[in-house]
């Protein structure tokens, strides 16, 4: 199963890409966990200093950008 | 690496800046380094790590490749903050280089604010020209 990591205070555009992600993923057809990691703590564990960022498996695949579903799909299968 | 998380959510910034300073010991790199984290003051951009760079790490990788711009601040011409960049390949970058402000690179010598003001003045005309 994939871990799907949506790194992001939980404001509209890390929502949006949490949206594009779960619709990407369902595309796909993948077994997936999404989890949004909405703690700076969390977050600077990542290295990450622009939000919000896609993350799989631990690592960060975007950062700074909302990506549509098809160049997330890219991304994650 | 400074404990705040650029948000790029509140549609308020136009671009993702990421700014690195040298990592040396002469004056010319404590200058680089005053002038990026004045810089990250005044909101121009984010202080990033130089080093997460020059050790490979993915994740830090990955943003650098994401930003809209790294500006990056040289001391000396040894250039070794623009060798990790073009070692990443990363094409995304503008590059400062403290020594050709005609300041002298020395050790153990105080730095003065003129010389910060000049290596700030030079990256705000980079930034504003990009």
Redesign the interface.
Known sequence: MKKLQILGPGCPKCRALAANTEAAAKALGLEYELVKVTDITEMMKFGVMMTPCLAVDGVVKSAGKVLSPDEIKKLIQ | ???????????TKSK?V?LYACSGGANVAEMSDRAARQLMREKAG?M??LA?LGAD????I??AK??DLNLVIDGCPIDCARKIFERHGLKNVQYVRVTDLGIEKKKGVPVAEADVAKVVARCKQVLCTT
């Open positions: 690496m400074a404990g705040q998380t650029s948000c790029c959510c509140s549609g993702n990421l984010m990033f790590c997460g790490l993915p994740n830090m990955q943003q994401d930003a």
